[in-house]
């Protein structure tokens, strides 16, 4: 039997893309991103104020090179059911098996509209 380990991934968006990227990571993923036994498309969305400051090399989305930034953003909590050790599996995996965090986190990178993504990825702790 496939084991499956528990991760939250954790990042942040500008408000007017957090849906989008939620939307495509739901989709792309159905039985492993946001799903919590009879419910799909969870996640928790909160507001918070980003901030950085873009260096010399940086091609920024928001503000300019040099120049400090505050955006409002949402910090983004998914629960991704992902693949045990020496599992393969891909987005098309069915509900029995994980997907490979690193394929979400892809495609993560891939729809957010900034340069660098700021994320974080926790293992979570077997059920008690």
Avoid: W
Wanted: aromatic residues 10%; glycine residues 10%; charged residues 20%.
């Amino acid at each position: 039997m496939p084991h499956i380990i528990r991760y939250k991934v954790v990042f942040f968006a500008p408000r007017s893309s957090t849906q989008s990227i939620l939307q495509h990571l739901f989709a792309r993923f159905p039985n492993h991103v946001g799903r919590i036994g009879a419910y799909g498309g969870c996640a928790f969305v909160s507001p918070g104020t980003g901030q950085f400051l873009p260096l010399e090399g940086a091609n920024p989305v928001i503000g300019a090179v040099g120049k400090p930034e505050q955006v409002e953003e949402d910090r983004v909590e998914v629960l991704v059911l992902g693949a045990g050790p020496g599992e393969s599996s891909n987005a098309a995996a069915t509900s029995d098996t994980g997907v490979e965090v690193k394929s979400v986190l892809r495609e993560l990178k891939k729809v957010h509209p900034y340069e660098e993504v700021a994320y974080d990825v926790y293992r979570l702790e077997e059920e008690f």
